[in-house]
């Protein structure tokens, strides 16, 4: 009898719900990846918060002075030549790095929860860059909400984003055409000034060549705003009775579930820009705002601002609106146009050297 010839293996992918199964593996895997990484992490900062911490008791306890940093990293680094961290630069960190949060922790010893999750490449970006204690607070807490890299970290710090964000609450009158929760939310969204040095234009600049550089670099624009907003469109039109009207820059917030509209100027705020930002949101309310919605909100973005020119403004006005200003980069006079580095440039020749 001859033999029966062998049924040739199904291909794996063509598996009755092999693609889902893999599918899953994959995702527990990368989840498995994440939290080992969060663990170690976690377990450095522990250890770092130790060192800190006895360090900063010695000190005060026995008198020791700044050299002992040196001292104590030279001998770690003798014991330990396979550990990398020890140097009297990142030791010095580790002491920075328990006055900063040592108050959070109460009167224990343990390092605080929300501190242990953020990676200490940020944490060391931060003590390096900030002297400020509740700056440096504020910077770790919006980094742990937002989830932010260590790259857009350095930026919204380079840009002083804390600065800008409080001195944007007396620009708005969100406190008192929004609910309580939706006001907060939204005035943290609100800066002043914007900073757009990715672009560059020329002082007889007008607002469509400012529109179109913020959509040319909307992935920098959208960092600018900040999380949660949702590019929808420029010049976006709105139908108003026999009217066409367009909406220089129109988003959508995922937190605060609302549509956004930015109308730009290129010169000083004027009380009617209100009135016009206050139109605007009616129509898109009417027009665009689902049932689920919340209300729509303004922000208008001038060249320059007179704060008690906005406050008389806005004080009646019964649509959430905030006026701030931008700031451009600085153009630089023909004559040395193309005679300094480009950006790239000096990226490769700087390397890894930032902090």
Not at 39 to 57: K, S, T
Request: proline content about 5%; aromatic content about 10%; charged content about 25%.
């Amino acid at each position: 009898m001859p033999a029966r010839k062998p049924v040739p293996a199904k291909d794996a992918t063509q598996v009755k719900g092999y693609a889902d199964f893999l599918g899953l593996l994959k995702q527990r895997i990368r989840l498995a990846q994440t939290r080992a990484a969060m663990a170690v992490n976690e377990e450095l900062l522990a250890l770092y918060w130790d060192l800190g911490r006895e360090i900063v008791e010695r000190q005060e306890r026995e008198g020791w002075g700044s050299s002992v940093i040196d001292r104590l990293s030279s001998d770690l680094q003798r014991s330990f030549p396979e550990i990398k961290g020890f140097s009297s630069r990142n030791v010095s960190r580790m002491r920075a790095f328990y006055l900063a949060y040592a108050s959070l922790a109460g009167d224990g010893p343990n390092l605080p929860q929300a501190v242990a999750k953020i990676p200490w490449g940020h944490h060391g970006l931060i003590l390096e860059k900030l002297k400020d204690q509740a700056a440096r607070r504020w910077y770790g807490e919006q980094t742990l909400a937002h989830g932010w890299s260590r790259a857009v970290l350095w930026h919204q710090i380079d840009t002083n984003l804390y600065e800008r964000q409080g001195l944007a609450e007396k620009s708005s009158n969100f406190p008192q055409t929004l609910p309580p929760p939706q006001s907060d939310l939204a005035q943290e969204i609100l800066k002043d000034p914007y900073a757009f040095d990715f672009l560059t234009l020329g002082e007889d600049a007008r607002e469509r060549d400012l529109e179109r550089g913020l959509v040319e670099h909307v992935r920098q624009f959208l960092l600018e705003l900040g999380v949660g907003f949702a590019f929808i469109g420029s010049q976006y039109h709105l139908a108003v009775g026999s009217q066409d009207f367009y909406v220089d820059l129109l988003f959508y917030h995922l937190k605060l579930r609302c549509f956004v509209v930015i109308d730009l100027k290129m010169t000083e705020f004027k009380p009617e820009h209100a009135g016009k930002m206050n139109f605007y949101l009616s129509a898109v309310d009417d027009l665009l705002r689902h049932p689920d919605d919340q209300p729509s909100i303004g922000i208008i973005l001038c060249k320059e601002k007179d704060r008690v020119v906005v406050e008389y403004a806005l004080r009646d006005t019964q649509k959430p609106i905030g006026v701030s200003n931008f700031q451009l980069a600085a153009a630089l006079p023909e004559g040395l146009k193309g005679s300094l580095p480009t950006v790239e440039e000096l990226e490769a020749e700087l390397g890894d050297a930032a902090p």
